[in-house]
């Protein structure tokens, strides 16, 4: 059993996720509580900083500027294709998967569709965004060797 958050410590979230401007984008309201293990980057850096040292009943918020959340939007992750290139019907919003030259998934959403091309973007949804986290800390244990060395909860 831990007392505190640290590296290694299997904790246990509620959150309600949104950006500046108010919009909701996530909340485990109605789902429980996530767990993640802390210290082994399965959250957003700038979350795990803040909830270094929280202790169980720990309620905070929490700001998140794009350098510590999911990064600045990079337009060179934003390619045009032509349309015959997909292979199928092209609906804006519809998320596609590309494999990579060195074999890794990468996942678009298709952004813009027009007479002849289409708009992929491989920016995160969140990319560029400030996001602001209401989080109260639920559990916190100590990670299994398992868990450890899996670098993820289960």
């Not at 996720?17 to 959250?43: F, K, S, W």
């Not at 998320?95 to 074999?103: E, F, K, N, T």
Request: cysteine-free.
């Amino acid at each position: 059993m831990t007392d505190h958050i640290r590296k290694d410590a299997v904790v246990g979230i509620d959150y309600r996720l949104t950006v500046a401007d108010g919009t909701e984008v996530d909340t485990t309201a109605g789902r429980g509580p996530m767990e993640y293990l802390h210290g082994h980057q399965n959250i957003i850096p700038g979350l795990e900083k803040e909830l270094e040292g929280r202790e169980v009943g720990d309620a905070l918020d929490v700001t998140v500027g794009p350098e510590q959340g999911y990064g600045e939007r990079d337009p060179e992750r934003v390619v045009r294709v032509d349309k015959d290139q997909l292979g199928f019907e092209a609906e804006v919003g519809a998320v596609v998967s590309a494999r990579l030259p060195d074999g890794r998934e990468q996942h678009l959403l298709i952004a813009e569709i027009e007479d002849e091309t289409v708009t992929l973007d491989g920016n995160h949804p969140l990319a560029g965004q400030t996001l602001k986290f209401e989080v109260s800390v639920t559990s916190i244990r100590a990670a299994t060797d398992s868990e450890i060395s899996n670098g993820s909860v289960g």
